[in-house]
């Protein structure tokens, strides 16, 4: 059974760096085609891709907060981490991970952490 | 850069009807990599089609994907009470000089 699970604060101040964690079970990111991604959600928007890192440790991110965004695996953990650095209220969300598998999609979410951005 | 765009924004159906959801691509995309999500409100999205067309595990045969090149549907044969979400689709793979995920807008099906 895959599980994935996001942690980290519900609150952080702005300028202040974002450090989430996923752990997840059932899987493996140490098989081929196997990676995770974050994705987050404004409160009523869209989803929107933020970063991915796959088996082989190869780290996408999206394009337009490359520069904030820093992604990294713990293969003996079984956690991936996200930390996004200067957050701004406009980085309050709905933060998830997933499990990506290429050719597939994203089969498996995590339910979510929602972090607020504010003083 | 891909950018990936859901009409309508708004499909108001009733349960049984048919619901046709449209995702157009920028520039052409392969259709291994393009998928369709159902978010439920408070809920995190659910996978419903990849590679286009392929039902993802559990998922009922009533939704159905298809397309190629920019243009790409979903197609929920007859709406249960259940199907009324939001629905996202998505490419993943090479975007321009960059690879990565890419949501559309979503396209909110109401009673």
């Known amino acids: 059974q895959v599980t994935l699970r996001e942690s980290g604060p519900a609150l952080v101040k702005p300028t202040q760096t974002l450090t989430l964690t996923c752990t997840f079970s059932?899987?493996?990111?140490?098989?081929?085609?196997?990676?995770v991604a974050w994705i987050r959600q404004p409160p009523g928007k869209a989803l929107e891709w933020l970063a991915l890192?796959?088996?082989?440790?190869?780290?996408y991110y999206r394009t337009s907060l490359k520069t904030r965004l820093t992604v990294s695996k713990d293969t003996s953990k079984n956690q991936v981490v996200l930390t996004m650095t200067n957050m701004d209220p406009v980085d309050t969300a709905t933060y998830y991970c997933?499990?990506?598998?290429?050719?597939?999609?994203?089969?498996?979410w995590g339910q979510g952490t929602l972090v607020t951005v504010s003083s | 850069e891909i950018v990936l765009t859901q009409s309508p924004d708004i499909l108001s159906l009733s349960p049984g009807e048919r619901a046709t959801l449209s995702c157009r691509a920028s520039?052409?995309?392969?259709?291994?990599?393009l998928a369709w999500y159902q978010q439920k409100l408070g809920q995190a999205p659910r996978l419903l089609i990849y590679?286009?067309?392929s039902r993802a595990t559990g998922i009922p045969d009533r939704f159905s994907g298809s397309g190629s090149g920019t243009d790409f549907t979903l197609t929920i044969s007859r709406l249960e009470p259940e199907d009324f979400a939001v629905y996202y689709c998505?490419?993943?793979?090479?975007?321009?000089?960059?690879?990565?995920?890419?949501f559309g807008g979503g396209t909110k099906v109401a009673i």
């Open positions: 998505q490419h993943y793979g090479s975007s321009g000089r960059s690879w990565g995920l890419t």
């Open positions: 059932g899987f493996s990111l140490n098989t081929g085609g196997m990676c």
């Open positions: 997933a499990r990506v598998r290429h050719g597939s999609g994203a089969d498996h």
């Open positions: 520039q052409t995309v392969s259709s291994s990599y």
């Open positions: 890192i796959d088996w082989d440790d190869d780290k």
């Open positions: 590679g286009a067309s």
